[in-house]
Nanobody, 122 residues
Framework: QVQLVESGGGVVQPGGSLRLSCATSGFTLSTSTMSWVRQGPGLGLEWVSDIIGSSAITYYADSVKGRFTSSRDDVNNIVYLQMNNLKPEDTAVYYC???????????????WGQGTQVTVSS
């Protein structure tokens, strides 16, 4: 049974940092592409990053490029999102999701976690 469990969210001041974790089980992380997706208050889903299964190459949305870093630990089956220089507009529920694909021009995922809240506020 595939499970994704996020943790590490919280309240942080602008300019601060947080590291999110996504504990995975039920599948082989090293061969799966994992995404981070967020949903801000009153907003739609926004793709944040991908880490590609076979190569661990990472891709980022322009809004977070240079500030966020995705990585993974294939031994402990955890995906991370290091978030630095956080801004109020980064406030959102952050989800990890497994194996993105395009369906009718829209991103869909095999599995989602429950999400973790990140609030950036002074």
């Amino acid at each position: 049974q595939v499970q994704l469990v996020e943790s590490g969210g919280g309240v942080v001041q602008p300019g601060g940092s947080l590291r999110l974790s996504c504990a995975t089980s039920g599948f082989t992380l090293s061969t799966s592409t994992m995404s981070w997706v967020r949903q801000g208050p009153g907003l739609g889903l926004e793709w944040v990053s991908d880490i590609i299964g076979s190569s661990a190459i990472t891709y980022y949305a322009d809004s977070v490029k240079g500030r966020f870093t995705s990585s993974r630990d294939d031994v402990n089956n955890i995906v991370y999102l290091q978030m630095n220089n956080l801004k109020p507009e980064d406030t959102a529920v952050y989800y990890c999701a497994k194996d993105p694909r395009l369906v009718g021009g829209k991103r869909e995922y095999d599995q989602w976690g429950q999400g973790t809240q990140v609030t950036v506020s002074s």
